[in-house]
């Protein structure tokens, strides 16, 4: 599976964006997927999961109440609002081909390439 994440961009503190994250070539109705992110000397940190089915939706502390998770067969998204300059970072989107979602980053099989988000104060 080739995963292509976008939407990244430079905002404000308390804008927001909307990353999307597709499949070239096939669906991902079998795959449960994630977004995590990288900050600057940091180490990469889970953001959200989202099962195939959609009976499982799951955030980091630092995402609940301000982003939302969501997908369809082709792609999922990832809405941000309220971001806060911590938020800087690249997001990567994730997917394994499991019914069950994790936290776990060596548990996703397949990566995309990551998209820059930086939220200036």
């Known amino acids: 599976v080739q995963l292509q994440a976008s939407g990244g961009g430079l905002v404000q503190a308390g804008g927001s964006l909307r990353l999307s994250c597709a499949a070239s070539?096939?669906?991902?109705?079998?795959?449960?997927m994630g977004w995590f992110r990288q900050a600057p000397g940091k180490e990469r940190e889970f953001v959200a999961a989202?099962?195939?089915?959609?009976?499982s939706i799951y955030y980091a502390e630092s995402a609940k109440g301000r982003f939302t998770i969501s997908r369809d067969n082709h792609a999922v998204y990832l809405q941000m609002n309220n971001l806060k300059p911590e938020d800087t970072a690249v997001y990567y989107c994730?997917?394994?081909?499991?019914?069950?979602?994790?936290?776990?980053?060596?548990?996703?099989?397949?990566w995309g390439q990551g998209t820059q988000v930086t939220v200036s104060s």
């Open positions: 989202h099962s195939w089915s959609g009976s």
């Open positions: 070539g096939r669906t991902l109705s079998a795959y449960a």
């Open positions: 994730a997917a394994r081909p499991s019914s069950s979602i994790t936290t776990i980053q060596h548990q996703y099989e397949y």
